[in-house]
């Protein structure tokens, strides 16, 4: 009798250990479940929420992401920032439950028109996607000492409304300049950043002029590089 007795003691203690094991991991998966959000800092273009989360499977497997103390937020972060859209990424506990993912995509500022990448104003290269933006072509040799200094380039362009809103295309090559304005058929040998100010108004007068005078719409090339003075010839080379 006192053996049967201790059968039942010992298999009762151990069905009450495994109920109360199986109870605490299940009251801690409640606890730990959470709910997610991704917010996009300024517009979204190449990126939803549906492909976010593809990228948030892909680096943590899809278990991991409906319990709270599994995830690792810097291994998230430095993922996804690999992905050649997001310049930005910040992932954190917006609440004790709630893990907020704030995403910053890359903005295109150019494209490298042989290449068939998008440049942003950090200078980085990503690849392009059908978008409808108006973005000037940039011809260069492709190298990172070019594209820093294209991209100050037209950084600086875009500071003036009006030259932002012409420019059309750009070749540099050997440190130089030449470009093409959208509604102006000539091409302007604009030369290295150097009196920057000075040739942009130059070409904005000479542009004013052009619109005012028939007889300036005759030229083919305009040249920037001389000092107060606008030089348009029919004769000039302009290699492209």
């Known amino acids: 009798m006192k053996r049967y007795l201790s059968i039942l003691i ?14 605490g991991i299940l009251r801690n998966q409640t606890k730990k479940s ?11 273009v190449f990126l939803n929420d549906s492909l976010v989360n593809k990228l948030l499977t892909q680096i943590i497997h899809d278990k991991f992401l409906k319990t709270k103390d ?7 972060e430095s993922e996804l920032k690999n992905n050649h859209f997001i ?6 506990w917006k609440f004790y ?22 440049v942003d104003s950090n200078g980085k290269s990503f690849p392009m996607k059908k978008i409808k933006k108006d973005l000037p072509e940039v011809y260069t040799k492709l190298s990172n000492d070019n594209l820093n200094m294209i991209t100050k380039f037209i950084l600086r362009i875009n500071q003036d409304n009006f030259m932002r809103r012409e420019l059309n295309k750009i070749y540099f090559e050997n440190n130089e300049f030449k470009i093409n304005l959208k509604s102006f058929d000539f091409n302007i040998i604009f ?18 002029f052009q619109n005012a005078q028939d007889s300036l719409k005759n030229y083919p ?18 290699e492209k």
Do not use: H, M, T, W
């Open 10 to 23: 010992l298999i009762f203690s151990i069905a009450l250990i495994i109920s109360v094991s199986i109870f």
């Open 34 to 44: 959470f709910k997610k959000s991704i917010i996009y800092s300024g517009e979204n």
């Open 70 to 76: 599994s995830l690792d937020l810097n291994i998230i």
């Open 87 to 92: 310049e930005k990424v910040e992932v954190y």
């Open 97 to 118: 439950d709630f893990l907020e993912i704030k995403i910053k995509e890359r903005e295109p500022l150019y494209i490298l028109k042989n290449e068939k990448y998008y």
């Open 191 to 208: 030369g290295n950043s150097k009196r920057f100010k000075e040739k942009v108004e130059k070409l904005k007068v000479f542009c004013a």
């Open 221 to 238: 090339v305009v040249n920037l590089n001389y000092l107060n003075q606008v030089i348009a010839s029919k004769s000039l080379v302009y």
